[in-house]
Nanobody
Framework: QVQLVESGGGLVQAGGSLRLSCAVSGRTSRSYNMGWFRQGPGKEREFVAAISRSGGSIYYADSVKGRFTISRDGAKNTVYLQMNSLKPEDTAVYYC???????????????????WGQGTQVTVSS
């Protein structure tokens, strides 16, 4: 059984940066296509970014394109989300998720991800 553990959240001022990490255990992270999602207060969970198991394909939500960068380190079994130029509207609980499909792909739909972390809070003050 795979486990995902996020870290790196916190409180930051608008314009600042944070780097979230998602540690994958139980199986090598290369076995999964990975994604980041977020859920703001009173909002539904939404897609943020995804990276294929090979790392060759990456996709971002329009709201974070140019500010966030997703990456993965197979040797460390970790997926990252570098967040720059943060805005108050980025405030949310951020979740990483794993898609076990045996193909290298990027997916934006919540239902495609079988495994989820517990989430890490990101708060951006104005």
């Amino acid at each position: 059984q795979v486990q995902l553990v996020e870290s790196g959240g916190g409180l930051v001022q608008a314009g600042g940066s944070l780097r979230l990490s998602c540690a994958v255990s139980g199986r090598t992270s290369r076995s999964y296509n990975m994604g980041w999602f977020r859920q703001g207060p009173g909002k539904e969970r939404e897609f943020v970014a995804a990276i294929s198991r090979s790392g060759g394909s990456i996709y971002y939500a329009d709201s974070v394109k140019g500010r966030f960068t997703i990456s993965r380190d197979g040797a460390k079994n970790t997926v990252y989300l570098q967040m720059n130029s943060l805005k108050p509207e980025d405030t949310a609980v951020y979740y990483c998720a794993a898609d076990p499909a045996p193909v290298s792909r990027v997916v934006v739909t919540i239902s495609s991800y079988d495994y989820w972390g517990q989430g890490t809070q990101v708060t951006v003050s104005s």
